[in-house]
């Protein structure tokens, strides 16, 4: 992966996958615009790569850095709106998204098995039995992916992912689409996925 990453342009929205191939010294030496405090307060390595290497994404993103700060809730915004933006990270990887007037959002996993033992817990019994009885891994993680998106979108109303999220039949590929309903709301959501050997990808762009 280059330094610059892999930009995604879809409706308006940026999105950008970025895989962190440096040390924190390197990273740090990217970036002008730390907090400092904030900065000192992260006790690991991995968490200061994280930290790093979101900031770096969205600034090859946006063509500039931008300051992040976090809403009561813990979602991360720029402190001068000038996007809507989503981030996440597994491993090495960070994918970041931006919008200048939609909400968005994103997740990116590593490849697991683990899945398969956990999914009775983020769906439904009609889910369940949609999307494979839980034996095509696969699918598992871009139904997790996704209700992980559209919680970065909706906030706490999609806490639960079971009962508040409901993702419909959908056809395992290399990339597509995933249709989605907010329960409580009735609401439609359309997510796009990007899925290979080294990560599955889902975003949305909410059109409200």
Same mark, same amino acid.
């Given at each position: 992966?280059? *330094?610059?990453?892999?930009?995604?342009?879809?409706?308006? !929205?940026?999105?950008?996958?970025?895989?962190?191939?440096?040390?924190?010294?390197?990273? #740090? !030496?990217?970036?002008?615009?730390?907090?400092?405090?904030?900065?000192?307060?992260?006790?690991?390595?991995?968490?200061?790569?994280?930290?790093?290497?979101?900031?770096? $994404?969205?600034?090859?993103?946006?063509?500039? /850095?931008?300051?992040?700060?976090?809403?009561?809730?813990?979602?991360?915004?720029?402190?001068? %709106?000038?996007?809507?933006?989503?981030?996440?990270?597994?491993?090495?990887?960070?994918?970041?998204?931006?919008?200048?007037? %939609?909400?968005?959002?994103?997740?990116?996993?590593?490849?697991?098995?683990?899945?398969?033992?956990?999914?009775?817990? #983020?769906?439904?019994?009609? *889910? &369940?039995?949609?999307?494979?009885? !839980?034996?095509?891994?696969?699918?598992?993680?871009?139904?997790?992916?996704?209700?992980? $998106?559209?919680? %970065?979108?909706?906030?706490?109303?999609? =806490?639960? #992912? $079971?009962?508040?999220?409901?993702? #419909?039949?959908?056809?395992?590929?290399? /990339? !597509?689409?995933?249709?989605?309903?907010?329960?409580?709301? %009735?609401?439609?959501?359309?997510? &796009?996925?990007? &899925?290979? /050997? =080294?990560?599955?990808?889902?975003?949305?762009? $909410?059109?409200?």
């Amino acid at each position: 992966m280059s *330094e610059s990453g892999h930009i995604i342009e879809n409706n308006g !929205g940026r999105l950008l996958v970025f895989e962190i191939c440096n040390s924190v010294d390197e990273l #740090f !030496g990217k970036l002008s615009n730390i907090e400092l405090s904030e900065y000192a307060n992260l006790t690991s390595d991995k968490r200061r790569l994280e930290y790093l290497g979101v900031r770096l $994404a969205l600034k090859n993103l946006l063509g500039e /850095e931008k300051k992040i700060i976090y809403t009561t809730d813990g979602k991360p915004e720029l402190s001068d %709106k000038s996007y809507h933006i989503s981030v996440s990270h597994s491993g090495s990887w960070i994918a970041v998204m931006a919008h200048n007037t %939609k909400k968005v959002g994103i997740d990116i996993e590593k490849p697991t098995d683990k899945i398969s033992k956990i999914y009775q817990r #983020f769906l439904n019994e009609t *889910e &369940q039995k949609e999307l494979s009885g !839980g034996k095509n891994v696969k699918q598992l993680l871009l139904a997790w992916s996704g209700k992980e $998106a559209l919680y %970065k979108i909706i906030g706490i109303d999609a =806490v639960d #992912f $079971a009962n508040h999220l409901h993702i #419909f039949p959908f056809e395992v590929k290399s /990339e !597509g689409t995933i249709e989605a309903q907010h329960i409580p709301t %009735k609401d439609y959501y359309k997510l &796009q996925y990007i &899925q290979n /050997e =080294v990560y599955t990808l889902v975003y949305c762009i $909410a059109e409200k």
